[in-house]
């Protein structure tokens, strides 16, 4: 015996606002049987001495240890500026004044 009935897919269809024909009708309804049927046998697998998880496999976190190394001098970081100004990168102006 099928989970969903056609007169089911139609009420929810109806509810949804779907227009939908006779041959969608019967076609959702066996897909969402399928889909139910789906779900009932997970259900069925699911036990209560198997902990809930979000990966099968042990994650943990790769990183690298913090070096320090010295950063670059104003000079080198403006460099290849097309424009500088006041020893900053000078870019085309976007807003007025008073913005």
Do not use: C, W, Y
């Not at 139910?36 to 997970?42: A, F, G, I, R």
């Amino acid at each position: 015996m099928p989970a969903i009935s056609r007169d089911e897919v139609a009420h929810l269809a109806r509810l949804s606002r779907l227009a939908l024909s006779d041959a969608e009708l019967d076609e959702f309804a066996g897909q969402l049987d399928s889909i139910l049927n789906h779900v009932k046998v997970v259900t069925e697998v699911a036990a209560d001495d198997v902990p809930p998880m979000a990966n099968p496999n042990a994650v943990t976190n790769v990183t690298r240890p913090d070096v320090i190394v010295p950063g670059l001098t104003p000079e080198q970081a403006l460099s290849g500026a097309p424009a500088v100004e006041q020893d900053r990168f000078a870019v085309p102006q976007i807003l007025g004044e008073g913005e």
